[in-house]
């Protein structure tokens, strides 16, 4: 009898083998002759050579769908195991156009012409400018292409930024400590990582400094490198703090800058590096800017209708 530890490094151990090893039960009903044992994120596999082969490479798709799927339902498991590898890669590339599932195993992709094009340019570019009104889609779907590249390692980790900048109210005194002060205006970013992420994987994620979530003040300094980094509501940061962020760029680094220059929330004497930006580095090989509007809009319908109208009145008052 042979014996194989089998590494589970890129997902949660408990995603695979179940609640009380529900689901490695489960997989054990295939493979009779097989004994496994689960320690940790190692699983032992005895049997002879030829099985512990076959069962490996089951296993290996098994983990594959968890990463894209974020969880592994009973039907799954039997379609998995008694399908041939061939097969799994054929249905596998019936999904290339989705970027990655959220938790629910709702697939996420892009939904509109322009969400296409800035997830194909992201491929080409090291750093892009998502530019347009609210509602378009342009942070979920940067966060989306950020946690493609980790699970796919092309990147180590995600950093995800926001200029801490009041919207016209003056919110005074915030209680707590410094992350409690900073939270209500990074709220947006850890909404569309719970959508994608499960809690308790998200939670290590964090802890161990995976993903970074931080005001852009705290970029100061740094020098970001093998990582996924995301500046949201970019049309908040003055010319000097836009300078000092897309300067922090590093090898193997990712850039995507998305923001809504028509929501211009800085003091009046005050000019959006957002909107310099988009003037001096149009024509720099490596850098794509994506312009969104109105037809790209996905929330509620009325958002579509009150952008427009807000645009009209612009136009009038011009």
């Known amino acids: ?25 489960r997989i054990k ?11 940790g994120n190692q699983l032992k596999i005895f049997g002879s050579e030829e099985q512990i082969e076959v069962i490996t490479e089951r296993l290996e798709i098994l983990v594959d769908y968890i990463l894209r799927h974020n969880n592994l339902p009973d039907r799954a498991i039997t379609e998995l195991i008694q399908t041939s590898a061939q097969e799994v890669a054929r249905i596998n590339a019936q999904n290339e156009n989705v970027l990655i599932f959220g938790n629910t195993g709702k697939p996420i992709k892009a939904r509109t012409q322009t969400q ?4 194909e340019q992201s491929k080409e570019n090291d750093l892009l400018f ?10 979920y779907l940067a966060i989306a292409l950020a946690i493609k590249a980790l699970r796919e390692r092309s990147v180590r980790k995600i950093i995800l930024s ?4 009041e919207a016209e109210e003056k919110l005074g005194f ?18 569309a990582l719970n959508d994608m992420i499960p809690a308790r994987r998200l939670a290590d994620y964090l802890k161990d400094g995976i993903i970074q979530i ?11 490198s093998n990582a996924f980094v995301i500046l949201d509501e970019a049309q908040n940061a003055t010319v000097n703090q836009l300078k000092m962020f897309l300067t922090r760029m590093g090898e193997n680094s990712q850039f995507i800058v998305t923001g809504d220059i028509t929501q211009i929330d800085l003091p009046h004497k005050q000019n959006s590096g957002l909107v310099q930006s988009h003037k001096l580095l149009q024509k720099i090989k490596g850098i794509s800017f994506i312009n969104f509007d109105a037809k790209d809009i996905i929330r509620h319908d009325l958002v579509k209708h009150i952008v427009n109208a807000y645009e009209n009145a612009d136009k009038i008052n011009h």
């Open 1 to 25: 009898m042979s014996e194989k530890i089998f590494y589970i490094e890129t997902i949660d151990p408990i995603m695979l083998y179940g609640t009380n090893n529900v689901k490695l039960e």
């Open 29 to 39: 009903t295939f493979f009779p002759k097989i004994r496994l044992v689960a320690r």
């Open 116 to 119: 296409h094009k800035m997830a």
């Open 130 to 139: 998502a530019i347009g009104p609210a509602g378009t889609g342009k942070t």
């Open 162 to 165: 926001r200029p801490a900048v």
């Open 174 to 191: 915030l209680p707590g400590d410094m992350k409690d002060k900073l939270d209500p205006y990074l709220q947006p970013l850890y909404d």
């Open 214 to 224: 931080a005001p852009l003040a705290f970029m100061r300094g740094r020098t970001l």
